[in-house]
């Protein structure tokens, strides 16, 4: 009776377990089937759907006559799942071995996606048609691969690299930082010049697809009932620059390293911005091959260095207009203060030399800016202190960023007193250096942007609109125009000031003047030659001018390292520029250099210089 009592028990027992496990089945399946019924059509249509991003058109950069100087063109992008990928090593690896990319760079930004995403990220940019070729040929061991049409930048012509700039991928201190807001891993941004100031206006917004893919991750076209949202493409950006006027800037400076900048007076538009060496942009528009990147940051010429903003340089005698102006304005001497020059100066046992060795004889105010007699500015600069120099510059816009709306801008150094007592100690320092302060020498450093606008300023007698690249946003789709407004800058100096500045700046090219063997027939101009010593070798040539007088329309400034006087090589290329810009401007005339005796300059070797009139 026990044993079957116990049977009956075990049965009962066994009974009930299948009863209760039935029941959980049951309830199971009717949480399946019925109140998780969303959730799990929700799942299956995710490992069905992928998401797949449409980039847009960036836009294109064009000159002001609207010459596209910027254009994209179709090149090939790989994306990946990282879903897919990542529950898959090999397919990564063989990707990489196909593609000849570094294995940890695509594990990096499939791990940054996030190891459950869906959405297909971009792994690799601008693969080579063979690449494409090989992908698609053997689509079935890739899955979780996509290859797709993608716009990318074209570069027609090597013009102003610097100032366009070029793309990059964003780094992650620049996702970290959200410098571009909307980007992700792999997104290609500005990373120099206008492509980079301009970013987000000229890259557009995604769009977005949703594919339909089977079990082995195999495109089987878009998802019904899941409408594709189109990109928003960037709106193109015009710039100030002129193409003509930009070629032959870039021609006349050549192989030499120095800088050009035009801009008109008025609007504070570039005309044309040359920064030699450069390099050419197509390096920038595909993927760059490790021993390109490393001649282009490691070469002594610096070609990456944008010399127009980033350029820091004594100015040499073009300071002596500041110099020379704020004197007057605050009465340290009059105009007619004069000084007998004999080609050199006496400060205790040092003697400091005119760059005309024999000398100029007496000069005032006005004839020692047209002949940039160094003696005349020696007397100057005893009577000044640093302070007053710094104060100078910035009487004239030295001193301060231009605001140039492209990166990388270097700030001007005017030393003061404190400056000194810092970096030489208190009476660390003597008079000796207020010699070269007074000449745009010593510590005086400026930036070309710096100096182009100073030469705006006095060109319009006071004030100046910021210099920029960026003239207006065009929209395609619609029409639209949005012209780009910029600040004007205004410094104040009373009247009696310009009119010894505008003076003797007119007179600078004018008979007897240091470049006034430069002289056109057929407009007049102001300006100012300049020579700045180099510790590193011979001297850098500069010059500005304005054009045509009373009332300017164009500034130019031009800088050459290492080629002496002022007058003997930038005057000249600046003249053959503005010859240009009138001829243009006004059809059928011929510029002619009218004649005037070329006065022998002297150079501070003593030996007669073979053309020019001097510094």
């Not at 091959?289 to 944008?306: A, I, K, Q, S």
């Not at 180099?534 to 500069?542: F, R, V």
Request: hydrophobic share 35%.
């Amino acid at each position: 009776m026990r044993e079957l009592s116990d049977i009956q028990a075990r049965g009962t027992l066994l009974v009930t377990l299948v009863l209760v496990g039935m029941a959980l089945l049951v309830l199971r399946l009717f949480q399946l089937q019925l109140v998780g019924q969303q959730d799990w059509i929700d799942r299956s249509r995710r490992n069905q759907v992928r998401t797949q991003e449409i980039p847009p058109h960036r836009g294109l950069l064009l000159d002001r006559n609207g010459r596209v100087l910027v254009d994209n063109r179709p090149s090939y992008t790989v994306y990946g799942v990282p879903h897919t990928l990542l529950r898959d090593s090999s397919i990564v690896l063989r990707l990489a071995d196909v593609c000849d990319a570094p294995a940890d760079r695509l594990f990096r930004r499939l791990h940054q996606a996030g190891r459950g995403s869906m959405k297909a990220v971009r792994l690799l940019s601008d693969i080579s048609f063979d690449m494409r070729v090989v992908l698609a040929e053997n689509l079935r061991d890739y899955p979780g691969i996509k290859v797709q049409i993608e716009p990318k930048r074209y570069y027609p012509e090597n013009l102003a690299p610097h100032t366009v700039g070029y793309l990059g991928e964003v780094s992650d201190q620049e996702l970290s930082a959200e410098r571009f807001p909307g980007v992700e891993a792999g997104d290609l941004v500005g990373k120099k010049g206008v492509e980079r100031n301009y970013d987000a206006q000229i890259r557009g917004l995604k769009g977005v697809e949703y594919i339909m893919v089977d079990a082995l991750g195999r495109d089987k076209g878009p998802m019904p009932g899941m409408p594709t949202t189109p990109p928003l493409h960037g709106r193109d950006l015009e710039l100030t620059l002129d193409y003509e006027l930009q070629t032959l800037a870039d021609s006349l400076m050549g192989d030499r390293q120095g800088v050009i900048l035009i801009a008109q007076c008025r609007t504070g538009e570039i005309l044309a911005s040359v920064s030699k060496p450069d390099f050419h942009p197509r390096y920038f528009s595909g993927r760059m091959p490790p021993e390109v990147w490393e001649r282009l940051n490691n070469e002594e010429t610096r070609p990456l260095f944008n010399r127009s903003v980033q350029g820091l340089y004594p100015p040499g005698s073009l300071f002596k207009i500041a110099v020379s102006g704020y004197a007057l304005e605050h009465h340290l001497v009059e105009e007619n203060f004069t000084v007998d020059c004999k080609g050199a100066f006496r400060l205790g046992r040092h003697v400091q030399r005119c760059w005309k060795l024999e000398g100029h004889g007496p000069m005032n105010m006005r004839q020692a800016v047209i002949h940039s007699c160094d003696v005349w500015f020696y007397q100057l600069g005893l009577r000044m202190s640093p302070d007053d120099i710094r104060a100078a510059g910035l009487s004239f816009g030295l001193g301060v960023p231009t605001g140039i709306d492209i990166d990388g801008e270097s700030r001007d150094l005017l030393p003061d007193t404190e400056w000194y007592d810092l970096n030489f100690g208190e009476k660390g320092w003597s008079l000796g250096v207020m010699l070269n302060l007074a000449i745009g020498q010593g510590e005086v450093l400026t930036t070309p942007i710096s100096l182009l606008r100073y030469a705006c300023i006095v060109a319009n007698g006071g004030w100046c609109i910021t210099p920029h690249y960026g003239r207006a946003l065009l929209d395609r789709a619609t029409g639209e125009r949005e012209d780009l407004v910029y600040e004007r800058q205004q410094v104040e100096l009373s009247p009696r000031t310009w009119a010894m500045v505008q003076s003797a700046t007119q007179g600078v090219v004018r008979a007897g003047g240091t470049a006034g063997y430069l002289r056109r027939d057929a407009y007049e101009a102001g300006g100012k030659t300049g020579t700045a010593e180099n510790p590193h070798g011979k001297e850098h040539s500069l010059f500005m001018s304005w054009m045509p007088e009373p009332d300017p329309e164009i500034a130019v400034f031009v800088l050459v390292e290492n080629a002496g006087h002022g007058s003997e090589i930038a005057a000249p290329i600046a003249f053959k520029l503005t010859d240009y810009w009138y001829e243009r401007k006004h059809p059928g005339t011929h510029v002619s250099r009218v004649y005037v005796p070329r006065p022998a300059a002297v150079d501070t070797s003593g030996a007669l210089a073979s053309a020019g009139g001097g510094d």
